[in-house]
């Protein structure tokens, strides 16, 4: 009877629950360990009082939740993440979109400038944030020299240690490791366009703004919906780039969300883990507010084209 039953949810092309769990059970446990239970641990600690070994000594109540909402360095660090992510965002955009267009014409050696294009990418951040420190060192710094070389400063520049200068510097970086990404997804939106569009449109008389604003933007608009709001969720997330360029110099005064979480932790004289993760939460909403956002939008643009 049991064989029967199996054969005909084969037919059916049906799985019994058993079935189904042998073959999700990995990606259950996956999920479990990666995403379910360090979200439990996340908000817990968020709920109790440590001491500076990471003991906990006791419940804390809302009191973790209500120090870091009323910290006087939030709305500085606040300021600092909307700067951050709003400026790397759009330069990673509007940079991609440009290099899209670039990468996606026929010449010679395009090949490798698309290998050497994808690179940034490809390397670790921490690789790519530790080769920038050494290019904005005051003392050595390639930076810096040429600058001198060249007349445009008269004496060097303390990229990382001047407030003036730290979060641009930063900001460089973070363009520099996002563009990549970014321009590779455009070339696939370029390329997903039927020429024949574009034969229409010179046929018709259109000049090349036109055809690029009314026939180009229109068609690659899902391609850089998908590309901001990845890169939203990544730039804001970016904790290497941040630390290393920025995680020596004291306070709060360039840090994000990311890196005033961890120094909560870690680095200030609080030391308090449960109000570093107080902190964890609230980046963790922000998270999920930016990916609620983008699935609404998704699912907006599927229905309109249904």
Do not use: C
Not at 173 to 179: A, E, K, L, R, T
Not at 292 to 301: D, E, I, S
């Amino acid at each position: 009877m049991g064989g029967r039953s199996r054969r005909q949810r084969r037919a059916r092309g049906t799985a019994s629950v058993a079935e189904a769990l042998l073959w999700l059970g990995p990606a259950l446990v996956l999920i479990v360990g990666i995403v379910l239970y360090p979200a439990i641990t996340l908000v817990a600690t968020s709920f109790g009082t440590y001491s500076i070994t990471g003991l906990r000594k006791g419940d804390a109540g809302i009191s973790n939740y209500t120090n870091f909402l009323t910290s006087p360095d939030l709305p500085r660090v606040i300021g600092n993440t909307g700067v951050w992510v709003g400026a790397v965002v759009v330069l990673t955009v509007l940079i991609g979109l440009a290099l899209a267009q670039f990468l996606s014409k026929e010449f010679v050696g395009r090949r490798f400038v698309r290998w050497a294009v994808i690179v940034p990418w490809a390397s670790a951040l921490v690789i790519s944030s530790q080769l920038f420190k050494l290019i904005y060192d005051y003392y050595h710094g390639v930076l810096n020299q040429l600058l001198l070389s060249l007349h445009i400063i008269q004496k060097p520049i303390d990229w990382l240690g001047d407030n003036h200068f730290t979060m641009a510097s930063m900001i460089a970086v973070g363009v520099f490791v996002s563009v990549p990404f970014t321009a590779y997804l455009l070339v696939a939106g370029l390329n997903a366009i039927p020429a024949d569009v574009y034969e229409a449109a010179r046929i018709d008389g259109g000049s090349p703004w036109q055809i690029y604003r009314r026939i180009t933007l229109p068609l690659l608009r899902p391609a850089i919906l998908i590309g901001v709001v990845l890169n939203l969720i990544y730039v804001f997330n970016s904790f290497p780039v941040i630390w290393i360029l920025n995680g020596s110099n004291p306070g709060f005064g360039n840090d994000t969300l990311i890196t005033y979480m961890y120094k909560l932790a870690f680095r200030s004289a609080q030391h308090d883990v449960g109000l570093s993760a107080a902190a964890g939460v609230f980046n963790v909403l922000i998270i999920l507010i930016a990916v609620g956002v983008y699935l609404r939008l998704v699912n907006w643009r599927e229905g309109k084209e249904a």
